[in-house]
């Protein structure tokens, strides 16, 4: 069954650091997200991007975020300058048909810890 | 703004149990879906659903779109089950909500 992969999936770095996180979505997918989850806390929306351009963002994603698809297979999240308040599990999603009736797939997830 | 509520928040049974998972959510939405995340942290997509009733092995997940409400049901819970399960809906974007923590006791 095709898989999201996403490295690492552990991430240790300290405050002030750029991170890349890594995604590698479904080969046939045309639509990506980024989502978080700050430990005991919900999943959150973080931002989608389709045809090579950010589609929308939750408030979260600010200056210090980036996404970019920097080939035909990759997928990647850039946080800037990280904050400790950054550390969280970081979730790559796609999907084939956006907000239509299609299923999403997860990555496994990266843990990010801002020390 | 969708507001995604999950009951319950935590969830205990003897393995063999019948389980009820339910979601409510706010406002209208092309689809719903069910995640399961273990602790490793992972999450997996159980079902997605905009009417009636899907069915996979012993998960079953039900939507009443007028009601704006979700189940989902385990039968012959197994402590494998045991999992933080996502009720996620999706209107311009997927809305999380908190999730309910299950346990089977063996």
């Known amino acids: 069954e095709p898989e999201v992969t996403q490295t690492p999936s552990h991430q240790v770095t300290q405050m002030g650091q750029e991170v890349i996180l890594r995604c590698v979505p479904i080969?046939?997918?045309?639509?990506f997200y980024w989502y978080r989850q700050i430990l005991g806390q919900k999943v959150e929306f973080l931002v989608s991007f389709y045809n090579n351009e950010i589609s929308e963002k939750s408030e979260i994603f600010d200056d210090q975020f980036s996404v970019e698809r920097p080939d035909g297979s990759n997928f990647t999240l850039k946080i800037r300058s990280t904050k400790l308040e950054d550390s969280a599990m970081y979730f790559c999603?796609?999907?084939?048909?956006?907000?239509?009736?299609?299923?999403?797939?997860f990555g496994s997830g990266t843990r990010l810890t801002v020390v | 703004k969708n507001e995604v509520e999950q009951s319950p928040q935590n969830l205990t049974a003897q393995e063999g149990e019948f389980i009820t998972i339910n979601c409510s959510y706010s406002v209208g939405i092309s689809a719903l879906h069910w995640l399961q995340q273990h602790p490793g942290g992972g999450i997996v997509s159980l079902f997605m659903?905009?009417?009636g009733k899907k069915k996979h092995g012993r998960l079953i997940a039900t939507i009443n779109i007028q009601e704006k409400h979700s189940s989902l049901h385990i039968t012959a819970s197994h402590p494998r089950d045991s999992a933080v399960y996502i009720c996620a809906v999706l209107n311009e974007k997927l809305t999380f909500g908190t999730g309910t923590r299950l346990t089977i006791i063996p």
């Open positions: 080969s046939n997918h045309l639509y």
């Open positions: 999603a796609s999907s084939d048909a956006g907000n239509e009736i299609h299923g999403y797939t």
């Open positions: 659903l905009s009417s």
